[in-house]
């Protein structure tokens, strides 16, 4: 059985400098992912929650992708944990909104 595209999601997990809460993180994709399950899920992450997000996938079986400048592009969803400044979860938000990828936020 081969996987289809309607099979696969793709998150990018976004966090503002200092977002630091792997419980919360844990949590919440925790909740997004049982949502969504039966679909192959990979996970990416920006530098600010690239550790918390790396652990999760590690603990959690799920396949953990590098950065990149098409991060937001290239999914099919975002989570973004924001600390209520504009910063990177801003970004990608906005970004999601431009290219029509549905964005969770998670004010922290």
Do not use: C, W
Request: aromatic share 6%.
């Amino acid at each position: 059985m081969t996987s289809t595209a309607m099979d696969k999601l793709r998150i990018a997990v976004i966090g503002d400098k200092k977002f630091d809460d792997y419980s919360r993180l844990a949590s919440i994709l925790d909740s997004f992912i049982k949502i969504h399950q039966g679909k192959s899920i990979s996970i990416v992450s920006n530098n600010k929650t690239n550790p918390l997000a790396k652990k999760y996938a590690s603990e959690n079986g799920i396949n953990f992708g590098r950065q990149s400048k098409r991060m937001i592009r290239n999914s099919d969803r975002v989570i973004a944990f924001r600390k209520g400044v504009p910063g990177e979860a801003q970004q990608a938000i906005e970004e999601a909104n431009r290219e029509g990828i549905p964005s969770y936020v998670v004010e922290v």
